[in-house]
Structures are given as C-alpha cells and as structure tokens.
C-alpha cells in the first residue's frame, strides 16, 4: 500500500510539473501589445509618500488605471465625507477596499473625457515617520464629462504606508467640500462619485 | 520570450519539488503518523460565538424556571438587567465620549424586553468638525424556541455632523429617523407533505433630514414576506423553494418638491441538494426584479449629480432590475482525495426612467476547482483553479446603440505543498500564476490591459524542544503589466522580485529573550519599449536589506525592559548600459539607510495599575547621485510616559479601564499641534 501511495504521489508530481509550464505558456499568456504610438507616462519612484501623490495626480490627468493600482495598498480603505454619508446613506463604506477601489478607478477613467488634477493645491499639515504618514491637503480635480465639467475640491487625508521597498497609499479619507476660490460656491468631495459608482451597482458581483 | 520567467519559476518548482518528494519518501517508513505536521493548515480554528447579554439573560431565566428546587409559580420579571457604560477619550485627532443605558428583561414566558439609550459627542482637533448622536430603541421579542415568534421594535437615531471647511464656511447633515418594526415567524410549519417557513414582517419609516440645506424627507411604509420550503424528495435528495415578495409606499420630499414613492418587488428561488455517499452539493435558481420610484437629483450618464444649467434639478426616477442566478456546487471525497467545483452565472439588467444612466446589462461566469489530497503522511498537496469572465454593457439615455462591453476576464491557478521535512520541522510551498484581462468593446476606451502574476513562495520553519524558533523564507514573483493599446503601450513593463528572509527567536533565560530578523529584498524593472525612439523609460532596480533586533529583560515579575534596534538600508538605480553578451550594468540613483533604536520599559506595581515609558531615536540618511550630488541626514524621536488602570470586581459586574499618557516629539516632520499632547480615555461599566 505504502509503495502504491508513493508510486501514485510521484505520479502526479510529474504529472503536475509538466502541466505547470503548459499553463504558463498558454491559458496565462498575456496578449500582445501594440507598438507605442504615445509617449510614456512618467512615474516617479515610490521612495517618498509625495511621490506617491504626484503619481496619482499622473495617473488622474493619464486616465492609467494600471498606474493608479500601484501605488494603493493592499489593506486600501475609503471614507467618505459626511455630505457623501448623507447623499448615499445605503452604500457601505466599510467595506471599500483595494477591490472597490480599483473597480471604481477603472470605471470612472474609462468614463470620463478628461481629467485634470491637483492634489495638493493646499498643503494643510503632514507627518511621517519611517514607515507611516499621515499628510492633510486641499485638492482640486476637474472632471469632463458629457460635454461639460464638473469640478471637486475637498480636504483630505491621505495616509500612507511603506511597503516593502515603495510607499503606497493605504487610505483616502474625503474630510469635507470645499469653495471655489473664485466663485466661493461649495463643491464636492471624489467621494460623490465613488457614491455613485457604488450606488449605480458597482459594487455587486459583475459590476 | 514572454513565458520564460514563468518556466523558471516552474523549473525551480520542480526542482524543489522533486528534492522533497525524495526526502519524504525516504522518511516515510520512520515518521509516527501522530508527529505529523504536514496537516493541512486550512482548518479554520473552531470557536463558540460569544452570547449577548440578552441570550444570556434568557439562559438564566431559563435555567432559574427550570429549577424543580423553587416552590410555586416563576415570577412574571424572570430577570432584569442593567448595564450603564461611559468613555471619554482624549486623543490626538478627536476628544470624543459617549454613554449608555441599557435595560433587558426576561419574562415568564421567555420573552424579553430590551431597552437602550446612547448619547456621543465627537470634536475633531485637525479639523473644525463636531459630531453628535442620540439613539434609543425598545424591542420585544417572544420566545425563540417556539414555532411560532414575533418581534416588535421601535427606534430613533438622530445625528448632527457640522463641519466647518478651511475658508470658514459650516455645512451641516442632520439626520432623525424613527422606525417601528413588527415581524411574525413560522417555522417547521408541516402541509402538503413538506416543511414550510413564513416570515411577514411590516416597518415604517419616518426620516427628517437636511443635507446642504435642503430637505430630505422619508415617510414610508414597507410590508414584506416570505415563503421558504423544502421537502425530501428520497433520503439523498432535498427540494427547496423560496419565493419573497415586498412592497413599499409613501412619500418623499427633496428640496422643495414633495412626490409619492413606491417599490414592489419579488424574488424566486429554486434549489435541489443531494447527500449521496462521496458526493455532496445542490443546484440553485434564483430570479428576482423591482421596481423603485422615487424623488432624487438629475444625473449624468456616470450617475453624478448633474444639475448645472438645467432648469429641472430634481426628477422622478424610475428605476428597474431584473436578475437571474444560477450555481452548481458539488463536493466529491473519494479514497481521501477531495474534489469541489462550483459554477456559477449571474445575468441582470438594471435600467432608469431619468438618470442619463440609461440601461445597463451586467453578466458574470465563475468557475472554482479544486483537488486536494494526503499522497503521503508527510503531504498534504491542494491545487486550485479560477475563472471568472464578466461584462457590463451600457445604453445611455437617449442614445441608439449600446457603447458596448466593458469586459473582465481572469483565470488563478494555485498549488499549495506542506511538507513535514523534519521533525518540528515544515516545509511549505506556494506556487500561484494569474492572468487578469480588461477588454474594451469597440474600442470605448483605451484602457485594454493584461496583468500576468506568478509567485512562488518557501518557507521553512522550526520549532526545537527548548522553544527556539527559526524560519526561512523565499520568494520570487514575476509581474508584466501589458496595455494592449499603443496609446498606453508605452509603460508595459516587466517586473521580477526575489526577496530571502530568515529570522529566529530565542528565549535565552527566563527573563531573557532575544529575536532577529533579516530580510534582502530586490526588485528588476524592465520596461517592454524602453530601447524605442522617443519613450522615456530605462529599465532600474530597488534593493532593501532590513535587520530587526529585539531583546527584552523581564527584571522581575514586575518589570520588563525591550530594546530595539531596527535598521533598514535601500538602493536604486537605473540601467545604463548592456554589454554583447547580454549582462547590463546600473548606475545608482539613491541611497538611503535608516536606523532607529527603541526602548520601552513596562511596570506593573500592583495587579489592576500598569505604568509605561517609551522612547526612540531614529536617524535618517539619504544620498542621492545625478547631476548634482546631494546628502541629507535628520534625526527625529519621541518620548511618551504614561500608565493604565484597569480595575473590576469579582463578577465583572462594574469595571474601570483608565490611561492617561503624555507625548513628547521632535523631528522634521513634526508641527505644533502632535510635538506635545496628551493621550487619556476612562472607561466605566456597571452591570446590575
């Protein structure tokens, strides 16, 4: 019985080492790219939690989802501003994560004509220590869409972390709505449209 | 040349894999199958769910009504309960409190009451921000253990969140609403020859809300049921139905405008699960549709509200959502081998009346299997496999066609090898690979992309009878991140990461403990057209090494003192150069190493009283090469003494948990407002 087992084991080792390669190289093959036509989008290295945050503005302004994804974390969470709580009091926030995040990234980028951002337009305060830091901004991002712009500006935390080698994003914290310096009407937080997305069915299973 | 990371790491698999496999064989005649630690570390730790106070106050009544020792009739109050809670917090982002009363009763005829009153406070220090809450509920609920049961309940939350922004100006949401709730349950109800399970539950709902300063009003009430039955169709064979049917009505106010709302809905799902010798599992279908009207904002295409330059602000919407799902899950365990599957397809179509949303097709396929197995009493393998394949397609209001799919596709394989190499000794091994897709119908974006991931990962760990611990871990993972489309195909990239991290720890005396780990880190990014006129891209690395050092004296029972030191040193570099025969050469960017050393010291002079200090020192070096050389070098630390309290009685029926500490820091980073606080919290509990 024991050298049957064993026979049997080594059997299926082989067996399995042989078929680890066949999958490699044909249901996980990646498709083939079309020869650049555009120029490349410049990411700094994610050495510094700022630069992080110029990375995402870069990856807002490019619509690069796959830019986006690398400088979140894991253990990625999102929280809201009471406006948006109130707007959208049926979505659980609790359970935004990397997932819903990149879920509502790709969608907003490939819904959207444009984008332009500026993430720290107002630096409030900032702390860190070697692994952890918790920076506080106004931004301003400028979505066109559907043949007009929308504007948000709010404050935020943002927090990051470091992991392994890089620094990443671990949570976005939309504080509150902030005016327009010029017309000092209030406008909204990103959370809006993560309520949206969100409430719309992003967040069921084939969304 | 894409697929030869993969082969690598397939190759170096296998290598291991082999040299295992003959390690085990030629253990297994000596290994006692009692000593293996090769068990599959899946089984999930086994734990009762803690009762709460109401399911325990209903266990003692229970047990008192039970007691053939009392003389006479049980009294109509069985017990009564009071629970009053307070804390306060003091804390670098917020000071905040709140306060509790609650009050349970069990009745004679194990019924219970519950009461419960809430109040917090919430003021935010880095922000203009305060928060306040109130809430109170009563609930009455009929014995549990009979067939028939009923609950009733009432509640009110009310909230008020003001939030002053940088320029000065308050917003502020409040938010009351009140409910009531009436639910009847019938259970295990036998007819026709089959168990059914009714459940009706009626609520209303009255929200005063204002938000932006605007209205935002509820009043509506909400009648659902359902009908859940199952009969056994042979010994092996269960069928089952459910069908949920619900209704709403009422009317809601936003802004100015007041509009009635409604909701119907319904649901049915059919099921058959079968129990038959080594195979187990069941087939569903579930289908269910609403239909939602309701007061709300005009929205855009993307959902956003969007009511700039149009003269109808607010609409009403209808909204509508039809779904159907289907699974298959099966368990097959035959001769010790274990076999799921499980397939599943969830189609739905959501559409609005108003919203520039229009209409939207959703579709979802999703395959799991997976085979696990003992081929040895040294062994345990598992391989796992996953695909997913999903859709979304758009029409938006007003337009002819659809923008077309907007598609998700990506298959997972993993392999999962525990290995019990020595004695206290394990090997484990992980291999995953996973290719994720996103396709753009019709060319509707440019987002099309590929990201391929393949990871192996070893570890090996040893516990020796004297408790000295070593572990030894390996990883690699290989990742090609690949835009199909040329307007993103620049940034394709390449990316192989090896990281070895061993450590051990050693309780060298009883009152000495000492553990170290290292960890080598690097990472190769090579970009796919970085050698392409006009693409800005060269291929680097990054390095990290980190050395954590950890010694603890317990100096008496009372006292313990850790030291520790952690040092972390990092490099990166770009890609300058390649020779004919293929080696490239790197010309470092940066180079950065950070030491901290900590220490902290814990004394505990009386059982219930804990008083603790802490410090550190960190210094933070960095040079970076280029056109201009520059170095750099901070020092930053922090100071913080404090102690904690944490006081009850015998029975746990009143407790008292207090700390209080003071922090002191310095450093680049830090401002006016963190470089001296205090942290404090009280926290009081009576139960009577």
């Known amino acids: 019985m024991t050298h049957y087992r064993r026979g049997s ?21 990646p498709r083939d790219a079309e020869d650049p036509s555009g120029g490349s989008i410049t990411y700094l290295d994610q050495s510094q939690p700022e630069n992080v945050l110029a990375n995402l503005e870069t990856a807002f302004q490019n619509k690069d989802a796959a830019g986006y994804e690398r400088q979140i974390a894991t253990e990625f969470s999102y929280e809201p501003d009471a406006d948006t709580q109130a707007s959208y009091p ?20 490939n819904n959207v004509d444009g984008i332009t951002a500026n993430l720290n337009e107002v630096v409030i305060q900032g702390e860190w220590d070697g692994s952890t830091a918790d920076l506080r901004y106004i931004y301003a991002v400028t979505v066109t869409e559907s043949g007009g712009a929308v504007p948000y500006r709010a404050s935020v935390t943002l927090n990051f972390r470091l992991d392994g080698t890089f620094w990443v994003l671990s949570r976005w914290f939309d504080e509150q709505g902030e005016q327009d310096p010029q017309s000092q009407t209030p406008l909204p937080t990103l959370g809006q449209r993560r309520g949206a997305f969100a409430a719309s069915g992003g967040g069921r299973a084939s969304g | 040349m894409r697929c030869r990371p993969g082969q690598g790491i397939a190759a170096a698999l296998a290598l291991c894999w082999l040299l295992a496999a003959a390690a085990g064989a030629a253990q ?36 008192a009504a039970a007691d053939t020792t009392l003389a006479g009739r049980p009294p109509f109050l069985m017990r009564w309960q009071r629970t009053a809670k307070g804390t306060v917090r003091a804390q670098m982002q917020k000071v905040d409190w709140e306060a509790g009363l609650t009050n349970n009763f069990a009745l004679r005829d194990m019924s219970t009451v519950g009461l419960t009153l809430d109040k917090a406070h919430e003021d935010y220090r880095s922000q203009e921000k305060v928060v306040d809450r109130r809430n109170g509920s009563l609930a009455y609920a009929t014995d549990s253990q009979r067939s028939l049961m009923g609950t009733l309940s009432l509640a009110q939350n009310w909230s008020r969140d003001e939030v002053t922004n940088t320029t000065g100006l308050t917003n502020a949401n409040e938010r009351d609403v009140r409910t009531a709730n009436a639910t009847v349950q019938r259970q295990d109800l036998g007819l026709f020859g089959a168990l059914h399970n009714v459940h009706v539950r009626g609520t209303f709902t009255e929200q005063q809300a204002e938000q ?28 089952q139905t459910g069908l949920y049917g619900a209704s709403q009505s009422g009317e809601r106010s936003l802004g100015l405008q007041t509009n009635p709302s409604s909701t119907s809905g319904d649901t049915l799902r059919v099921g058959a699960h079968y129990d038959r010798g080594a195979w187990r599992g069941g087939f569903t279908v579930a289908s269910s549709n609403f239909d939602k009207r309701y ?30 799902t289907l699974t298959w899950d099966n368990a097959l365990r035959v001769w010790g081998v274990s076999f799921g599957a499980k397939l599943a397809r969830d189609m739905s179509q959501n559409g609005f009346r108003a919203s520039g949303i229009g209409t939207r097709e959703r579709h979802q396929d999703r395959a799991n299997f997976d085979l696990g197995f003992r081929p040895t009493r040294l062994d345990s393998v598992q391989f796992q496999y996953s695909y997913l394949w999903k859709w979304d397609d758009q029409r938006f209001k007003g337009a002819t066609s659809s923008r077309g799919r907007q598609i998700s596709e990506s298959r997972d394989f993993k392999f999962n090898w525990v290995h019990d190499l020595f004695r206290h000794t394990d ?23 590929d990201r391929l991931e393949t990871s192996l990962n070893i570890k090996v760990d040893t516990t020796f009878d004297n408790n000295f611990k070593v572990n030894l871990a390996f990883d690699a993972r290989h990742i090609e991140d690949i835009s199909i489309r040329r307007e993103r195909s620049a940034n394709n990239s390449v990316k192989d990461t090896y990281e070895v991290a061993p450590g051990y720890s050693w309780p060298v005396a009883p009152w000495l403990e000492l553990a170290q780990s290292f960890r080598v880190w690097i990472q190769y990014s090579d970009y796919v057209y970085s050698d392409y006129e006009g693409i800005d891209k060269q ?23 850790t030291l520790r030191h952690d040092y972390n040193a990092k490099s990166n570099a770009k890609k300058s150069a390649s020779d004919a025969l293929g080696r490239s050469f790197y010309s470092r960017e940066q180079i950065q190493d950070v030491s901290k050393v900590d220490v902290s010291l814990t004394y505990k002079p009386t059982p219930w009283l804990t008083l603790d200090g802490t410090t550190y020192q960190s210094r933070d070096y960095k040079e970076t090469y280029g056109a201009r050389d520059t170095e750099s070098e901070r020092f930053s630390g922090q100071v913080s003494v404090g102690g904690q ?13 207090a700390g209080v500490h003071r922090f002191f820091a310095h450093g680049p980073s830090v401002q006016a407002y963190n470089s001296e606080y205090w942290d404090a919290d009280i926290q009081v509990s009576w139960r009577f």
């Open chain 2, 539 to 561: 291929d680097d690395y990054n390095k990290r090494g980190n050395l954590n050092t950890r010694v603890s004296f317990k100096v008496s029972s009372r006292l313990r003192v």
């Open chain 1, 90 to 109: 049926d979505v659980d926030w609790s359970t935004w994560n990397r997932d819903t995040e990149i879920a509502f990234i790709q969608n907003f980028f």
């Open chain 2, 28 to 63: 297994e005649a000596d290994e006692d199958t009692t000593g293996s630690a090769a068990a599959d570390s899946a089984a999930a730790a086994g734990g009762t769910p803690a009762l709460n106070e109401l399911q325990r106050l209903l266990a003692e009544a229970r047990a």
């Open chain 2, 295 to 324: 007061l709300d904002y005009r929205r855009n295409a993307n959902g956003i509200v969007d009511t700039i330059g149009v003269d109808e602000k607010i609409v009403q919407e209808l909204e509508s959502d039809d779904a159907v």
């Open chain 2, 645 to 657: 309290i944490d006081l009850s009685n015998k029975d746990d029926s009143l407790t008292l948990k």
């Open chain 2, 427 to 449: 090997l484990r091994l992980a291999f995953a690979t996973g290719l994720s897709q996103e396709i753009a119908e019709r060319m509707f974006n440019q987002n099309d992309r």
């Open chain 1, 9 to 29: 084991f080594l059997a299926i080792m082989i067996l399995s080492l042989g078929l680890i390669p066949a999958l490699g190289g044909c249901l996980f093959e």
């Open chain 2, 212 to 239: 932006l300063g605007m209205r935002n009003d509820i009043s509506e009430g909400q009648l659902d049921g359902a009908l859940r039955s199952r009969i056994a169709a042979g010994d092996w064979l269960v069928l």
